[in-house]
């Protein structure tokens, strides 16, 4: 068997210098980088390994097995191992080391006669090892003992241990798909489910898996109301377990509860709000009253506490709480003025996605986004069109969750052109012919294929924006405008401390590139199927109007074709920054010292509240699945071990001591995207 690593040697070695150099300027806390420093980090973190870089021959026969290149490609890897390690060089050290010794140890246990043959290369082997393993046996060691010895509720015992104690209520938000879904009422198929949980839990599994036509009937949502279909009655899950963990093993809130817990926060203290987070806001309100249940259950805590409270929201429950912020004090809503003022401490926004994402778009027009583009054509294979699960059955669920139009991308061309077309469709089969169409256009486009869809997203959200001295004199009596913070200004709450953390340094999806599938073509248009003009934006809206909804197929299908490293094209999605889930402008730019509640406090921050941006940059323990204490995904941040203190810090009443902190170029993206906000625009 003969190994061979001097191409591979060579490019890791070429990376390992370049790599060295970036991490280098980013692990230095002041220091700020650039998109494209960004981009090259991730590129030169994790080199693709081609198949050609190595070759195992097994027909070999054992007696000439040899461990010069091994050594030789150890000693490079080794170096390189020194300062980083990355998850395809773990991975391809472990193989290579684990197929070496398989293959020793079975010459060593089927051929007797070539014993003194194995002998000597095991001594050599052993020798190479100690030599230049080390640094990289070293490496794993360290990162498997922190695995295994780290304790859930380390941040907390830590702080415990200083000395810091309870002082405000804390009220937890969980984001989209956090809180399970119980099931009250619902077709034969769904009884025995009664108090369990269709969504959450291994339940939903079972279910998915084994009746998931049953799952999808009861998941989705009535598309005129927005609300539960005729029979069917899902409801969220309440207490702390309503989203503690969405799987068993697959932790949500569960580390930060136990973490305030190391401090003296119990039940009587804090309280997490569950809820249907299918639903539009709006019908969070008209069905379960949560908004008055909530606002309820804050007051008796600051009430028992004789303290304002700290509200932790993750993902759309940042969202969901700015919405309710408004509702408390509007007219139209609570009728309670001032109301924030009297009873919030503190906002700590983790991951909001407060001017939306273009993962949400995705999922509407077709059921589709880059966790599924990465499949490929096992998506096809896997979801192929008429089954079950398919990306038109998706789609159709996506559609009826009126969240989904909650979290669409906000403040239209004047936000997102600079990224360029959100969407760009590829009409001729070679790809040769292309419809660019901008977020306010992409928007358009899927509500045009379902009327009931365009009409009721459009009533009960704002996708739009506000220039800056022209008022907000009409967002008081308007609830669709406080789904935007563009729309609808902080409430005026002097006191209120404002906080958006969150995670950066994760490919994001940004862009899409799109086609309408070939049944479409040669059913509906065949004059488009080998056309060399471009298809107009009027022919689309026209065309989608057309197109049944009843067929088994999409009528648009991501084009995963498309690939282009030069503009960070993989699998038809463009890859820009954020957290894995959210884009950075999303994520920051109403933090940002440039962003509208600092820099435009007169509009979008009449109060003056005190307002703090903070970046947490991914970095990765190798062994931990979730990412270990410094990951800054966008769920998994909720165990990160930084954030969690910072956050202790403010509920322990300490929020002076949580301060602002960039890795990345927000603040000269939100000057740019703020100046298109004002009114000379």
Same mark, same amino acid.
Request: net charge positive; with cysteine; glycine share 8%.
């Given at each position: 068997c003969e190994i061979n690593l001097g191409p591979m040697a060579k490019k890791h070695r070429k990376h390992h210098n370049k790599s060295e150099e970036a991490h280098k300027q980013v692990h230095h806390e002041s220091k700020k980088i650039t998109k494209e420093q960004l981009h090259q980090l991730d590129e030169d973190s994790e080199p693709e390994l081609h198949h050609g870089d190595?070759?195992?021959?097994?027909?070999?026969?054992?007696? *000439?097995?040899?461990?010069?290149? +091994?050594?030789?490609?150890?000693k490079d890897m080794a170096r390189f191992h020194k300062s980083v390690? #990355?998850?395809?060089?773990?991975?391809?050290?472990s193989v290579s080391f684990g197929v070496l010794i398989g293959t020793v140890i079975v010459g060593y246990l089927l051929e007797p006669q070539v014993k003194p043959v194995v002998q000597e290369e095991l001594q050599r082997l052993q020798t190479a090892a100690s030599t230049y393993y080390q640094p990289a046996l070293d490496f794993i060691g360290k990162n498997l003992t922190e695995f295994l010895t780290e304790e859930k509720s380390a941040a907390g015992k830590a702080m415990k241990d200083e000395g810091w104690k309870v002082k405000h209520p804390v009220v937890m938000i969980p984001g989209f798909v956090s809180s399970g879904l119980e099931v009250w009422d619902g077709d034969d198929c769904a009884k025995k489910y009664f108090r369990r949980r269709m969504w959450g839990h291994h339940t939903m599994i079972r279910s998915m898996l084994l009746e998931t036509a049953c799952w999808l009937k009861h998941m989705s949502l009535n598309l005129e109301t927005g609300m539960d279909p005729p029979g069917i009655k899902l409801r969220a899950a309440q207490g702390f377990e309503a989203a503690g963990s969405l799987l068993?093993?697959?932790?949500?809130?569960?580390? =930060?509860?136990?973490?305030l817990a190391e401090i003296g926060y119990e039940p009587n203290n804090m309280y997490l709000a569950g809820y249907d987070?299918? =639903?539009? +806001?709006?019908?969070?309100?008209?069905? &379960?009253?949560?908004?008055?249940?909530?606002? @309820?259950?804050?007051?008796?805590?600051?009430?028992?506490?004789?303290?304002? @409270?700290?509200?932790? *929201?993750?993902?759309?429950?940042s969202n969901l709480f700015m919405y309710f912020m408004q509702w408390t004090e509007s007219p139209v809503g609570g009728n309670h003025p001032n109301w924030v003022s009297q009873h919030i401490y503190s906002w700590v926004n983790i991951a909001g996605p407060l001017l939306g994402t273009p993962k949400a778009l995705a999922a509407i027009l077709s059921g589709e986004m880059k966790d599924t583009a990465v499949l490929g054509s096992w998506d096809s294979?896997? +979801?192929?069109?008429? #089954?079950?699960?398919? /990306?038109?059955?998706?789609?159709?669920?996506?559609?009826?969750? +009126? #969240?989904? #139009? @909650? !979290?669409?991308?906000?403040?239209? &061309? &004047?936000?997102?052109?600079?990224?360029?077309?959100?969407? =760009?469709?590829n009409f001729n089969r070679s790809g040769g012919v292309q419809t660019p169409f901008s977020v306010s256009e992409a928007i358009d486009l899927a509500f045009s294929f379902d009327d009931a869809l365009g009409k009721n997203a459009a009533r009960w959200n704002n996708f739009g924006t506000h220039k800056e001295g022209t008022g907000l004199s009409d967002y008081r009596t308007t609830p669709a405008k406080w789904t935007n913070p563009l729309t /609808?200004?902080?409430?005026? /709450?002097?006191?209120m401390?404002?906080?958006?953390?969150?995670?950066?340094?994760? !490919?994001?999806?940004?862009?899409?590139?799109?086609?309408?599938t070939p049944q479409v073509i040669d059913e509906y248009r065949p004059e488009w199927k080998d056309t060399s003009d471009p298809i107009s934006k009027e022919q689309l809206f026209k065309a989608a109007k057309e197109l049944p909804n009843d067929v088994d197929y999409n009528a648009l299908d991501m084009d995963t074709s498309v690939h282009s490293e030069s503009q960070n094209i993989v699998n038809g999605v463009s890859i820009i920054e954020g957290d894995g889930t959210i884009p950075l402008e999303s994520l920051g730019f109403m933090c940002s010292p440039q962003g509208p509640w600092v820099k435009g406090a007169k509009t979008w921050n009449p109060g003056g509240n005190k307002v703090v941006g903070r970046e947490y940059y991914h970095e990765v323990q190798v062994i931990d699945p979730r990412g270990g204490p410094k990951t800054g995904d966008h769920v998994d941040i909720m165990?990160?071990?930084?954030? *969690?203190?910072?956050?202790l810090k403010i509920a322990a009443g300490k929020p002076e001591l949580v301060g602002p902190r960039t890795h990345t170029r927000i603040n000269t993206i939100a000057k740019s995207l703020y100046h298109k906000l004002t009114t000379s625009e």
């Open positions: 190595s070759s195992i021959s097994l027909s070999s026969p054992m007696r *000439t097995i040899t461990t010069e290149h +091994f050594v030789s490609g150890v390690i #990355s998850r395809k060089q773990l991975v391809f050290l068993p093993g697959y932790w949500v809130w569960d580390r =930060m509860i136990e973490n987070w299918r =639903m539009g +806001f709006q019908q969070m309100q008209e069905r &379960d009253n949560l908004f008055g249940q909530l606002k @309820a259950r804050i007051e008796t805590l600051v009430q028992h506490m004789k303290e304002p @409270a700290v509200v932790l *929201t993750h993902s759309l429950g294979f896997l +979801f192929k069109p008429g #089954s079950t699960f398919s /990306a038109k059955r998706r789609r159709d669920l996506f559609r009826t969750w +009126f #969240s989904l #139009s @909650a !979290a669409l991308p906000r403040g239209g &061309d &004047d936000i997102w052109e600079h990224y360029g077309p959100q969407l =760009m469709f /609808a200004p902080l409430p005026n /709450a002097p006191d401390k404002v906080f958006c953390l969150y995670g950066v340094g994760k !490919a994001t999806e940004g862009q899409y590139q799109y086609k309408l165990g990160n071990f930084e954030m *969690t203190q910072d956050i």
